[in-house]
Each structure stands twice: as structure tokens, then as C-alpha cells.
């Protein structure tokens, strides 16, 4: 039996305050706090959310004697780049951040040629213990705060407006919670970076909610509370496996809240929001990839609004589990569709940078590389 983890450590130093950690009105108390008007807030939030900058001696708007103060008190460097891996050509681009206590953490930067997705972290470690996940291999180093989970898009922005991706300058457009950690055991931290990203300009990057995908491992209390905001953000749910008895030894949460509840949830979530839901599947090899167990997701799926996305396994280092062979994924799509239920089969990016989907282990990586 894995100890479920849902309180994060408490960092032993929190990270500073940042612009990104505060709501619109919150910003503009601090700035009066510290004796400046609160249009210098707004100016700052315009240079890191439009122009994703936070040098602030490059802000030629913001008077010189003033941008050490604001930069304390709104700007404090929270993601320290360590490396930066690529593959595909390029077009896959694996970065590892260092965070102002040491604790490292990734995201992955993917273009395609319809758009551009960063996934990003919301806890450094994962607590939930899914076996088949190198990040829950590690365990749960501590949750990120709103700016540290907000920092990693700009960052992403920032390479996406500079052209560092082949095919020249674009845009970001896309933002997944797939990377290290379980954004609903992170709740208040994600809706803040959430209403960050999707916040218009000047207030946020102005991504649309609909561009974000939210991906959970199914714990229900947070896809309720997620329910009650208004932030339709695409859920997407790790499901796995149809049945109880193997989810519960895949996914160990599944002994908190079974199937039927996960697909509840989501389903009132559907309903509140109109947003079909995603179901994640990662298929590994004679585990959950049989025909009778499509046949179930099948029968349990054909009535909801939810798309599947079959995922490849990516076998983490020492597992004895790996992919599924390519004909039972063949049939288990085909059953599926037989029930006329949506289904892909996700691509494997990033695969040779351990920049896929379970994949992200920033623990191993040493600090100093
Ligand atoms: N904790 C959240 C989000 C991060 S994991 C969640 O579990 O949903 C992002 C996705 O990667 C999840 O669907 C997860 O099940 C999947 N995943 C984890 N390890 C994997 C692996 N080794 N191969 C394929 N997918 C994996
Ligand atoms: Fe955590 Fe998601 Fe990995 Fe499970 S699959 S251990 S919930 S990151």
C-alpha cells in the first residue's frame, strides 16, 4: 500500500512573492503598501504577462530609482534555467528549472504546426504513487507556489516570441498540467496560475481557458471545487483501466474514489461547462490493453461527452512493464470505436530527452549539470 500524500510540505523558506502570486486587486494593495501608485503594478504585470520580460532594468517605463523596490516586491526571479535538452529537431524542447531553495523542476516545450504547448509542473515529486510514473517514483519534494507555476509559461512564451523554436517566432497556445505533480493537490496554487494564464492582457497572458487542459488523477473533491469556478479549462482525467480492482493497484488514489465517482465528477463538470472531457489512457503491455477491458470502457464511455486519448507507455528506468504491441492497440481503437467513442492515440514527443508524458524526474538530475 503507497501513503497518499495530499498535504505538500510546507517549503522550509516559501518562495517570494511574486506579481504572479497575487490577484489583480492584491496587486495594486502592495503596491500602495510600499508607497507607489498602483498603476506601477499594472505597468510590471503589462512587461511579464504581454511582453513576458521581468528584467526589470529593461523597463524603460519604470524610472530608474524605481525598479530595485518594484522588482523585490513584484518581480523576484523564481526559475533559475539549468539545462535545456531538445529533440525532433528542435521542436521538442525539454527545460530543467532550479528553484530559489534548490528544488528542481521541468517543463516541455512542443511545437507542432497548428500550435505550440508547454506542459508544465505544478508540485516538484509527486505524492500520489502511480507505479508506472517516474515522477511518483520520487515522491512529493513540495508543491510550487501560483508565480513559480505561472513563471514556467512566461518562460515558455518567452522562447516562443524570441524564435529560439525552429520556424521562427510564433506564439504560445496551449498550456497542459502534465508535467511533475497532481495539480488538484495543489488546488489554490493552480487556479491562481490558471487564472493568470487565461486572465486577458494587461492582467495575464490571455490564453484562452479552453487552451488549457487540466489533467488529474481523479481526486473527486477537486474536480467538485473546480466545478464551482468559472474557469472551463479542459479536464482531462487519468483513468487507465476501467475496472476497480486494477485501477486501484495503478492508480492507489482509485481507493479514495472509484471509477464511477472519477466519471461522475467529470460528467457534472460536462455539464456545468459544456467542455468535453478527456480520458488518458496509457497503455502497457498485457496489463490493461485487453480486448475485454476496451469492451468495458467501451459500454462505460458511449453515452458520456469524453474523448480517449490512448497513451504509448513510457517504461521508466527498471520498470517491467512497457507499451502495448502495436496490434492490441490497433483493436483496442477499434473496439472503441465501435462503441463510437472519440479515441487517439497520442504521439510520443520528447521520448528521447525523458521529456514525456511520466517521464519528468527532475530529482535525478544533478543541480550543478
Ligand atoms: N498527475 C496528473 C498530471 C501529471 S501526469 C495526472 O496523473 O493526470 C500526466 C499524464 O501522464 C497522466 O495522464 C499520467 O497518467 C501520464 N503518465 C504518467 N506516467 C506515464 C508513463 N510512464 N507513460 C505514459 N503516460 C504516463
Ligand atoms: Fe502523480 Fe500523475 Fe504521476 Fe500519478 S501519474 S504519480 S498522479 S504525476
Not at 13 to 22: E, F, M, Q, S, W
Not at 229 to 257: F, K, M
Not at 260 to 281: F, N, P, Q
Request: charged share 25%; net charge neutral.
Amino acid at each position: 500500500m503507497v501513503d497518499l500524500v495530499f498535504d505538500a510540505p510546507i517549503a522550509k523558506k516559501k518562495a517570494p512573492i511574486h506579481l504572479a502570486d497575487l490577484t489583480v486587486a492584491e496587486r495594486k494593495e502592495r503596491a500602495e503598501e510600499l508607497g507607489l501608485p498602483a498603476f506601477r503594478a499594472n505597468q510590471l504585470a503589462v512587461h511579464f504577462f504581454t511582453h513576458h520580460n521581468d528584467d526589470v532594468e529593461s523597463f524603460t517605463d519604470i524610472p530608474k530609482e524605481l525598479r530595485t523596490s518594484l522588482a523585490d516586491a513584484f518581480l523576484p526571479k523564481l526559475l533559475t534555467l539549468v539545462k535545456s535538452v531538445t529533440c525532433d529537431g528542435g521542436k521538442t524542447r525539454k527545460d530543467l528549472w532550479r528553484l530559489h531553495d534548490g528544488v528542481l523542476v521541468e517543463s516541455v516545450l512542443m511545437r507542432y504546426t497548428d500550435r505550440t504547448t508547454v506542459c508544465i509542473s505544478s508540485q516538484a515529486g509527486c505524492g500520489m504513487g502511480c507505479p508506472f510514473c517516474a515522477t511518483g517514483q520520487a515522491g512529493l519534494t513540495r508543491n510550487l507556489s501560483a508565480g513559480e507555476i505561472t513563471a514556467q509559461v512566461v518562460m515558455a512564451a518567452r522562447v516562443c516570441d524570441l524564435g529560439e523554436m525552429p520556424g521562427g517566432p510564433t506564439r504560445l497556445s496551449n498550456v497542459v498540467f502534465m508535467g511533475m505533480g497532481e495539480p488538484m493537490a495543489n488546488y489554490k496554487a493552480v487556479m491562481q496560475s490558471i487564472r493568470n494564464i487565461t486572465n486577458p492582457q494587461p492582467d495575464g497572458l490571455g490564453i484562452g481557458a479552453r487552451s488549457v487542459t487540466l489533467s488529474t488523477v481523479g481526486l473527486v473533491s477537486g474536480i467538485e471545487k473546480l466545478t464551482q469556478e468559472d474557469l472551463p479549462v479542459t479536464l482531462a482525467i487519468s483513468l487507465h483501466t476501467p475496472d476497480d480492482e486494477l485501477r486501484n493497484t495503478l492508480v492507489p488514489v482509485n481507493s479514495r474514489w472509484q471509477v464511477k465517482e472519477v466519471l461522475a465528477a467529470a460528467d457534472k463538470y460536462e455539464m456545468k461547462t459544456g467542455r468535453r472531457y478527456s480520458i488518458e489512457y496509457a497503455l502497457i503491455r498485457d496489463i490493461n490493453d485487453q480486448a475485454w477491458r476496451a469492451d468495458l470502457l467501451g459500454r462505460l464511455l458511449k453515452n458520456r461527452n469524453a474523448h480517449v486519448n490512448l497513451i504509448p507507455l513510457n517504461p521508466t528506468p527498471g520498470s517491467k512493464w512497457t507499451a502495448s504491441r502495436r496490434e492490441d492497440e490497433a483493436a483496442f481503437v477499434e473496439i472503441l470505436e465501435g462503441y463510437s467513442v472519440a479515441v487517439t492515440v497520442r504521439d510520443t514527443r520528447g521520448r528521447e530527452i525523458d521529456g514525456a508524458c511520466g517521464q519528468l524526474a527532475a530529482a535525478e538530475v544533478s543541480g550543478n549539470s
